[in-house]
């Protein structure tokens, strides 16, 4: 919980926000010692309000904060990091998306400074023009470690014996692998390639330098995505709206949508897409 001073300083990380009033707006942030805060930044709509903008989406910020009756008030706002590379890629800036909706879905009101050090770090990341398949990939395995549901893939969740060199099974619902022979016929199971069990092992123990060294095969990659993208799901309970927007995202940049129309938005997406723009083509995480 915050300081019970009545004023307080914190680093935080902008993850949403949403109008409210006349010319107020509700921010979602996440902070190295407060974890998970929502705001009130008063007047910031206002043509003259020299907080509008520090306080962009994805924006890494120092905020002073005064304590509220029901949420505390921005009262000074300071980007420290609004992270450029991001703003002018539609590509990058959706990866910065699915970050920060996972986060912000796993995320509790109570201080994380490894979870928060590892969001900066892949806001960082993408920002820098790191190819954000793999940024994305590590920063996944990271956040399962940080909140608990590190998946099991050295031995099998089934009958606890070694994993093989093979193709193998993962399981969502056990959270981790399964060998042949306890995978086999199991409900929810999905098969595993070798070199997609490799893969997710290397991210899972190496330092990101180490495990985004290596080039991945495009079909192994969409393997692991696929395998990710349904844990994530089952732990959630439900689907994220940003995977869903990026796979349109790619079509569109291979050409594959008509007109450069995304399905569901009312108006062609451009190459380059500003965070105000993103904002109101992603729908928010459900609470």
């Known amino acids: 919980m915050p300081s019970r001073e009545r004023v ?39 043509a003259n309000s020299r907080k509008a903008g520090h306080l962009e989406l994805f924006t890494r910020v120092d905020l002073l904060l005064a304590r509220g009756r029901e949420l505390d008030v921005v009262t000074q706002a300071e980007a420290t990091d609004p992270y450029p590379g991001l703003r002018d890629d539609l590509l990058r800036l959706g ?34 023009g790191l190819e954000p398949a793999p940024v994305v990939r ?14 099991q893939l050295f031995s099998c969740m089934g009958c606890e014996g070694e994993i093989r060199p093979q193709a193998q099974y993962f399981s969502s619902r056990e959270g981790g692998v399964l060998c042949p022979e306890c995978g086999r016929g199991r409900r929810g199971a999905q098969p595993i390639s070798l070199s997609g069990l490799k893969v997710l092992r290397h991210y899972q123990r190496s ?11 495009p079909e192994v990659h969409a393997e692991i995505e696929s395998l990710m993208e349904a844990y994530l799901t089952y732990l959630l309970e439900r689907r994220l709206n940003t995977p869903g ?36 083509r992603v729908p928010d995480p459900a609470p």
């Open 8 to 46: 307080y300083r914190t680093e935080a990380v902008v993850l949403r926000r949403q109008e409210f009033g006349e010319a107020d707006r509700l921010l979602t942030v996440y902070t190295p010692a407060h974890g998970k805060l929502r705001l009130v930044a008063k007047g910031i709509r206002r």
């Open 95 to 128: 990866h910065a998306a699915y970050v920060v909706e996972l986060l912000d879905c796993f995320a509790i009101p109570e201080g994380n400074r490894p979870l928060y050090r590892l969001l900066v770090e892949t806001m960082d990341r993408l920002s820098q």
């Open 138 to 151: 590590f920063f996944e395995l990271r956040l399962l470690d940080l909140v608990g549901y590190r998946p």
């Open 207 to 217: 330092p990101f330098s180490t495990a985004v060294a290596a080039r991945l095969d």
């Open 245 to 280: 927007f990026l796979q349109r995202v790619r079509r569109l940049m291979r050409g594959e949508l008509s007109a450069g129309l995304l399905p569901g938005m009312k108006d062609p997406a451009p190459a380059s897409m500003s965070a105000e723009s993103l904002e109101e």
